[in-house]
Nanobody
Framework: QVQLVESGGGLVQPGGSLRLSCAAS????????MGWYRQAPGQQRELVAT???????TYADSVKGRFTLSRDSAKNTVYLQMNSLKAEDTAVYYC???????????WGQGTQVTVSS
């Protein structure tokens, strides 16, 4: 089992910044993908950013250039630095961890990000 603990969500004004953190614990495998999805009311859950076991990152077009995903491998933690936030970024952000060999997915509880003046 893998447990994911998220933090860093909150209310921020347009143009502001937030940093989300997600710490994984438990049965951490050596081959995994980790990152963030988000879901706004009435919308489908969408992929925001991912990082592979090898350090390769991918971003949704909507956040590219504004969000940066990084990791601290020793702490099994990923960080999502969100800059130049827009109202459209308002959503519940979910951390995920995927064991690639077993194809097992784990999800965090979700943390609310609200961008509003």
């Amino acid at each position: 089992q893998v447990q994911l603990v998220e933090s860093g969500g909150g209310l921020v004004q347009p143009g502001g910044s937030l940093r989300l953190s997600c710490a994984a614990s438990g049965s951490i495998s050596g081959i995994y993908t980790m990152g963030w999805y988000r879901q706004a009311p009435g919308q489908q859950r969408e992929l925001v950013a991912t990082i592979s076991n090898y350090g390769s990152t991918t971003y949704a077009d909507s956040v590219k250039g504004r969000f940066t995903l990084s990791r601290d491998s020793a702490k099994n933690t990923v960080y999502l630095q969100m800059n130049s936030l827009k109202a459209e970024d308002t959503a519940v952000y979910y951390c995920y961890y995927k064991k690639l060999i077993s194809q097992t997915n784990y999800w965090g509880q979700g943390t609310q990000v609200t961008v509003s003046s």
